[in-house]
């Protein structure tokens, strides 16, 4: 089983940068592809990006292409979102999520993820 816990949310201007982290435990998370996904109240969750097992790829929603960097350090189980030029539209709970043992290729879909962390709160104050 895969545990995964969110850090790094928090309160900032607009302009302004957060780096999110996602640590995991319980298994490697080396072979599972993961992501980033963020919700508003009342919305349902929205993709962010997502990085294949290896980090060779990404994977943007336009929304935050050129401003978000998704990364990963397998050695440490760990995910990491860096969060630039951050807009009152980004305000949302963050979340990182993990696809199944079987799944190889990046998804957009917040149904094909099968782990999930509690969430972290990121407020962009404008």
């Known amino acids: 089983q895969v545990r995964l816990a969110e850090s790094g949310g928090g309160l900032v201007q607009a302009g302004g940068s957060l780096g999110l982290s996602c640590a995991a435990s319980?298994?490697?998370?080396?072979?599972?592809?993961m992501g980033w996904f963020r919700q508003t109240p009342g919305k349902e969750r929205q993709f962010v990006a997502a990085i294949t097992k290896l980090g060779g790829s990404t994977h943007y929603a336009a929304s935050v292409q050129g401003r978000f960097t998704i990364s990963r350090d397998n050695t440490k189980n760990t995910l990491w979102l860096q969060m630039n030029d951050l807009k009152p539209e980004d305000t949302a709970v963050y979340y990182c999520?993990?696809?199944?043992?079987?799944?190889?290729?990046?998804?957009?879909?917040?149904?094909?993820?099968?782990?999930w962390g509690q969430g972290t709160q990121v407020t962009v104050s404008s």
């Open positions: 319980g298994r490697t998370v080396s072979n599972l592809v």
């Open positions: 999520a993990a696809r199944d043992l079987q799944a190889v290729m990046i998804s957009t879909t917040a149904r094909e993820y099968n782990y």
